[in-house]
């Protein structure tokens, strides 16, 4: 395994047996690495298997076939997960695009950034020194003390999702899972809580999987864009290089897409549309060039 | 080209236990025929209630405080619910954002467009089955009829929004009150559903007021846009001068939240905080507390509508000629560079 890279996942397979004759290809053979501090934003439109990669990578399922690694660790091998379980706990979060369903609403928003702290026994016996970290994670996620005794249904949706944030940096985290975070905020907070997730990055240097259903929003953040479609990566690349010089017809459908708020570019923009039942599912990822991959098929 | 609907000092509260909420407040606008008019604001700043109060959709505990909305001419505000059942649909109709809040689970999409054709138009059967297959047709679906007599949990949500799109069409309204049909659609289902309404407009000429929280869906579509916040329209004027001169700085805000012009220069500029409940709303100009650029008198009075340009209006005290000068911030102009 590279020996920077905190996450590698390798020719990963999620299958779903629905009934007797139909299996769902959620993910099937991807494979991609992320570095300790870089942004990796995971794209696709719903139903292409970017929740089923988020939760394969936190051993949720028993994969149909590949590897996920974390650092060093086979941790896609139960045995290998199960004694590593405690410092998987530690250092590697996930937060969820619904926190009102991922928030437990009979617990106070204290107790619910505490929970991951307290599972990884930090500050044991020190409720003083766990309160003080409370407060200063409330702080950073731009929130005021007094949300410590607040119960998650008398919050936003922005602020409780400042909530799963707060929680998952508790722990400090190497990697940092966020699946569709911002998805189902307002276009002004989507942008409060993305400019947080840049200052907090820096500040903390973890690795973060960024997952969204739109291109729009991965430019900002991430190093490295992966595009997804049919539980296949179609195309990935360093960030700049994927919105410059995008190859796959996929990824161009998807850019065309973006709504942009400058009418005159948009009455005149011309929409790609890429039929996904075009899509042939034989062949493989190749390297393009230094920074820059695409999926293609045998002629 | 005439007005449709004309909304005239508007003001709806609902009563509550902790008091009076004031979702709307002073609304004035107007549509023009085949005209899209966009309203935009976050969540919570009283475009949903606005819509339905106007098809008298709200609960019980809303009142029309103020104004009046006409419809051609008529004060349907005054409407009484048997004229408003007339109406609604046949005249003026709405989409929501979640399809599944209008269609029935357990009929065939058919057969509800059918119904709700035969529920305005005294037709026989079969006209009115020819008549849903042409507005499945209209609204973009493939192989109308054999998806005919399926129930809608065979389609996907953006084939769903298209077919309450056809059932609201269906009696051939002249207005259509559109509330965030795309903010649950993929944004290539959201791109074909954009087009889908310029095109139906196109053909029928029907105007449609589209809400929406995302000043980048309404740029493709709009032809003016009124920016609403805690119940009031702080800015309206036609797309460009809202995109490219825009003077009130909520606007600014909204702009720079876009996430697609962020990525040229690498910063997004968000708004801080969020709009308030509109529980005894302070004096002043309710936007103030999240407003750098806001001056002492916004936190006494509330500023009235400035005149920018006959179609361009804006409620900002930076618009007083006593007002410091203050040049917008550069993104409010920002073009894309192809
Ligand atoms: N537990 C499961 N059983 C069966 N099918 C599943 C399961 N989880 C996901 N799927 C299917 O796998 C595909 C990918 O789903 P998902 O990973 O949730 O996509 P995304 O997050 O990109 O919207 C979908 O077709 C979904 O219906
Ligand atoms: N039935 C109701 N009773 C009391 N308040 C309501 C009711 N419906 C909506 N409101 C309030 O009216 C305001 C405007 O809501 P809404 O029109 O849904 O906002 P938007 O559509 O712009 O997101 C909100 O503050 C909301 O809480
Ligand atoms: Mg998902
Ligand atoms: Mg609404």
Known sequence: ?299 | MGTILEVKNYSLSFDTPEGEIEAVRDVNFSLNEGEILAIVGESGCGKTVLCKSLLKLLPRNARVKSGKAELCGENITAFSERRMRQLRGKQISMVFQDPLTTLNPTIPIGKQITESIRQHQKISHNKAKAHALELLELVGIDHAADRFNLQPHFFSGGMRQRCVLAIALASHPKVLLADEPTTALDVTVQAKMLDLLLSIRKRTGIAILFVSHDLGVVARIADRVAVMYAGKIVEIGTANEIFYDSRHPYTWGLLGAQPALAMKTGELHSIPGMPPVLLNPPPGDTFAVRNKYALAIDYEEAPPMFQISPTHFAATWLLDPRAPHIDPPIFTKRRREE
Not at chain 1, 183 to 207: H, K
Not at chain 1, 235 to 261: C, D, G, I, R
Not at chain 1, 271 to 282: A, N, V, W
Request: glycine share 6%; hydrophobic share 40%; with cysteine.
């Open chain 1, 1 to 299: 395994m590279n020996q920077t890279a905190i996450l590698e996942v390798k020719n990963l397979k999620q299958y779903f047996p629905v009934s007797k004759h139909l299996t769902v290809k959620a993910v099937d053979d991807i494979s991609f690495q992320i570095r300790k501090g870089e942004i990796f934003g995971l794209v696709g439109e719903s139903g292409s298997g970017k929740s089923t990669v988020a939760r394969s990578i936190m051993g949720l399922y028993q994969l149909t076939d590949g590897e996920v690694w974390f650092q060093g660790n086979k941790i896609s091998d139960p045995k290998v997960f199960r004694s590593n379980r405690r410092d998987i706990q530690k250092n590697m979060q996930i937060i969820f695009q619904d926190s009102a369903a991922a928030l437990n609403p009979r617990m106070t928003v204290r107790n619910i950034i505490a929970e991951p702290m307290q599972a990884c026994r930090m500050f044991v016996k020190n409720k003083e020194a766990m309160d003080a970290k409370i407060d200063k994670l409330l702080d950073q996620v731009g929130l005021a003390k007094s949300f410590r005794s607040r119960y998650p249904g008398e919050l936003s949706g922005g602020q409780r999702q400042r909530v799963a944030i707060a929680r998952s940096i508790g722990t400090n985290p190497d990697i940092i899972i966020a699946d569709e975070p911002i998805a189902s905020l307002d276009v002004s907070i989507q942008a409060q809580i993305l400019t947080l997730f840049q200052n907090l990055q820096q500040e903390y240097g973890f690795a973060f999987l960024f997952i969204a259903h739109d291109l729009s929003v991965v430019r900002f953040l991430s190093n490295t864009v992966g595009v997804m479609l049919h539980g296949k990566i179609l195309e990935m690349a360093e960030t700049e290089e994927l919105f410059q010089n995008p190859l796959h017809p996929y990824t161009k459908a998807l850019l065309s897409a973006v709504p942009v708020a400058d009418p005159i570019y948009e009455r005149s923009k011309k929409i790609l549309y890429y039929d996904p039942s075009k899509l042939s599912l034989t062949g493989s990822l190749q390297q393009l060039s230094p920074k820059h991959w695409m999926f293609c098929s045998p002629k």
